[in-house]
């Protein structure tokens, strides 16, 4: 984790911590308030509930006993006294009544108890309906809660009632009249009072229930909401409180107070997001301020590990990072000319080491030259008589030695002056082939193989001087095994490029040499100028590969040049080989 | 002959019909002569919809059927055969299978087209439709191939032959000595051949019928027929103002009340295959209904409690000594059924829509039900689909209100099978009953209820108010008004 979203975390953290301690106790607040404003809402609720109660008991009171004065009883009571109607003719007339007066219990009990017409359960007539005969054991007038068996859709289904019943007279009939509080009944119960109506049972089932106005929340957010902030209820008994016939149970809806909650809570979440972002987002912003030096610091280092001294932190920000970066850039400025001092101080002993060798050089030529001018002097003051041919003598070894500083001042002319290479893609096949053109008649014993890897891509020379490290290569080989031997060259692929390797079987080089080969002016061999290897490492480093050497004594030696592969070619160059 | 003329038979016909009416309808007025002419007004429970005979069952459209449709043979107010549009009774030929229908040539329907045998073909033919189908399929179920039109596989039975234009030759697949009496029946009328002509149905509209004046009996005594729809009070009220001459229906509506004969029975089908573990519970709730309380308290019109599945009106002499118990339920097990387990439905009781008596016992079976914790939820359908439902024995149980048209108890079996059972029901009572008649009818008929699994509950009939200047209005030989024998004091002159 960076030092950026460390910093940006510990904002946030600071940030959500106090705002998440609020939540609490203000949650808890809030749902107390609510739960106070919703109980007062349901003891309302209930009230209303009560009274429709008591009005529904009035209305079934008042239904039966207007039925039981009203004219149509009474002519029933007088036919029936007369003789003039029909038990069947009138068991039908307690559903004619019913349904016109809205009633949803109504029956005609004989004066023996038996039930003369029952509009909610015509089956019964005939009987004595176990489910009216304690009210009518009661006294008249006075509606009474009871599950009164009536017949529907369903078949015969108990359903609680408000029954009251009133005396017919003359004749002993009696009318029960009621309302049933079923499915409908407890719709308009929700309706009125503004929420959830079930009608229990005396054992706690349930009789009908219903839902109050649409004022539910979501599922999702009833999960989230859980227990806040609870849905209590209250129950009205119908009936004698001490033994009711049955209860309601009224639930007011708590979704509008459950709303409100979640609106509050829902903004606190949306305030502590905020502020944590916000924290965050701060915290970011100071975290690179302080952190861009330390950042670029970094990266300048990077740079100077990678050899890079010119590599500079480039900002200068105030306080103890400033006087960093800037201590920074001084060091690295300080490197950067030391290691020039150190390049120049080099450049001049390399310099020197070179005029003294060429100087060495130079000096074992003139000694023969002065000894032969001395000689070519003395002979002629002598007046020697074979002067002639000490002069011829004199001269010829005056002119080798000359024709060898002449050589000598070529070489190192041709070692200072190296001209850059030109380079261009060349096939290693091709290098290798024309390397070993220049040996189609090898000395006698000497076998030479040569090994090229298929699919080589090209390198990137100067095709002229990297031929002549080859061919240097090829000859110093050949010099090494007068006797005869096996001489290769191959060619393999190399990491990023192409290894040339020259193996002879002649006596190696020793392992003090090994190290001093490639200097310039040191040499093994007789009449050599010591410059040989030395161009050949100088061209090789130009052209940004190496050259190096391998032996061990009595097996011969391998030199190796690695070159570069020359890029985007190396698929034409494939496709080509 | 001439159409304005009766023959002979047919005065001699008109003549004994009358003398029946008179002797029945009018006993106070014994001496007062039958009068032409007039419109007579009637109030039924409601207005007629059907008038195809082959598809009329309810009252009202059974008295329209009688008013518009030709019988082939008719009877006299004392039950007896008696011709109709068929020129004699026809009697079984030497295999007792075979019967010799020959038309009286003179019959012509009210358009004046005459009746041939064709019209009986497509009559008998019509009530074994598959298209449409008939409450009446009973009525021909005896005719030899009624199988293969019943199936759809014909167009008309094979049994019936046609020798002529007025001449045909019927064959039946089981010995039916009543057969006779199934052309007496306004299932196999012939339409637009009767005592009267209907103007075009309508809606809510009452319906008008005038007199047709070739009809092979004579015309009737009345010129017009006027049917409305009342309920008992308001039946009363227009008797009581004059509006109406008369009314019949299941209440009395006024003082001058006769009750008809008790031939709608009540009889509840049980499916025990489908009720299961809960068959016994409700064969023992049906056992143990009081068929003298279902009567009194329930059933509408003058009503008897009903032993088999006969009316006992069809049931001569001793009858009532064979029922199997003294209000005709059975007898129910001694020791009282177990609590049954509660299925998780509420038995299905099917009743056809309209049919106030089947209803009222299926509420009363309800409440027994209910009682012995059995849950049972009425489902009233149209009577097509009560017809196709029960037979189909796609409900619980079946209760079913059926108007009794042969006064033979192989025939009122057969018809009452057929409401409850299906075409297979009603082959089977044909062939238990066949010929019988009396105590020994009665056995067959109680045993046919148990084999079929058929509870005969109630017998009821309607109730004849008439003003004071309606005569007629009661029962003729089938037990049924005659709307030809209707007459008013005074006729048209008033």
Known sequence: VTLRRQLALAFALFAAVPLAAALVPVSRALSGALGAEHAARLDGAAAALAGELARLGADAESAAAELARGPDAEALARDLAAGRLDPADAARRAGEWMAARGLDVLAVIEPDGRVLSSGHLPGRAGDVDPDLAPILAGPPGVATGRLVARAGPDGVVPVLALVAWAPVEPGGLRVAGGLALGGERAHRLAALTGGAVRLLGPDGAVLAEAEGPGDELPAVARRLLGGLPGAPVRLVPVGDPAAPAATVEIRVASGGLARAQLTVLGAFLAALAAGTLAAAAAGALLASRVTRPVEALRAAAARVAAGDLEARVGIAPAGELGELVRSFDAMTADLAAGRARLAQAERIAAWREVARRLAHEIKNPLTPIAMSVETLRDAKARARPDFAEIFDEGTKAIAEEVRRLKKIVDEFSRFARLPAPERAPVPPEELVQAALALFSAPPPGVAITRDVEPGLPPVLADRDQILQVLLNLVRNGLEAMPAGGRLSLSARRAPGGVAFAVTDAGPGIAAADLERIFEPYYTTKPGGTGLGLAIARRIAEEHGGALEASSRAGEGATFTLRLLEAAGTIGATGSAS | ?494
């Open chain 2, 1 to 494: 002959v001439s159409r304005g003329r009766p023959s002979p038979r047919r005065r001699a016909a008109l003549a004994a019909a009358v003398l029946g009416l008179a002797a029945a309808a009018i006993p106070a007025r014994a001496g007062v002569r039958p009068a032409y002419g007039g419109t007579v007004r009637l109030a039924l429970p409601a207005l007629p919809r059907e008038a195809d005979p082959a598809l009329a069952s309810e009252g009202p459209d059974l008295f329209l059927a009688r008013a518009t449709a030709g019988l082939l043979l008719e009877l006299d107010p004392g039950g007896r055969l008696a011709p109709g549009l068929l020129a004699e009774v026809p009697s079984p030929e030497a295999d007792g299978r075979t019967f010799r229908l020959r038309l009286d040539p003179a019959a012509r329907t009210a358009s004046g087209e005459p009746v041939l045998a064709a019209d009986v073909v497509r009559a008998l033919s019509r009530v074994l439709s598959r298209s449409s189908p008939s409450p009446h399929a009973w009525a021909a179920l005896a005719v030899a191939g009624a199988e293969a039109v019943l199936d759809g596989r014909a167009a008309q039975p094979g049994g019936i032959q046609i020798l002529s234009e007025h001449e045909l030759l019927v064959t039946l697949s089981m010995p039916l000595p009543e057969f006779p009496y199934l052309l007496a029946t306004p299932a196999v009328a012939i339409p637009g051949a009767g005592p009267f002509v209907a103007a075009p149905l309508e809606a809510g509209r009452p319906v008008s019928l005038s007199a047709n004046t070739l009809h092979p009996r004579g015309r009737p005594l009345a010129d017009r027929l006027v049917l409305s729809a009342a309920d008992a009070r308001g039946a009363a009220r227009l008797l009581e103002r004059g509006e109406v001459d008369g009314a019949l229906g299941p209440d009395a509506a006024g003082d001058r009340v006769r009750p008809l004969p008790t031939l709608t029975v009540t009889v509840a089908a049980v499916n025990g295959a489908r009720l299961g573990s809960s068959a016994a519970a409700v064969r023992a709730a049906l056992g143990a209904l009081d068929r003298a309380a279902l009567a009194r308290r329930f059933a509408r019109g003058a009503a008897v409690p009903l032993p088999t599945l006969v009316p006992q009106a069809l049931l001569s002499g001793g009858a009532a000594a064979a029922a199997p118990a003294a209000d005709g339920a059975r007898p129910a097990a001694s020791a009282p059924p177990a609590p049954p387990i509660e299925p998780p439905r509420p038995l299905r009781l099917l009743v056809p829509e309209g049919a106030s008596d089947a209803r009222a016992a299926a509420e009363r079976l309800q409440v027994l039900l209910f009682d012995r914790g059995l849950r049972a939820a009425l489902e009233a359908v149209p009577r097509a689909a009560f017809a196709a439902r029960a037979a189909a024995g796609d409900c619980d149980v079946a209760v079913a209100s059926v108007t009794v048209l042969a006064p033979r108890p192989a025939l009122a079996a057969a018809q009452v099978a057929h409401a409850l059972r299906g075409a297979a029901g009603a082959r089977r009572a044909l062939a238990a009953l066949a010929g019988k008649d009396g105590p020994e009818a009665a056995d067959a008929a109680a045993a046919l209820g148990r084999e079929l699994d058929l509870f005969p509950l109630v017998a009821s009939g309607a109730r004849a108010s008439s003003g004071p200047r309606l005569l007629g209005l009661a029962a003729g030989g089938a037990g049924a008004v005659d709307p030809s024998g209707l007459w008013l004091l005074g006729g048209g002159a008033q």
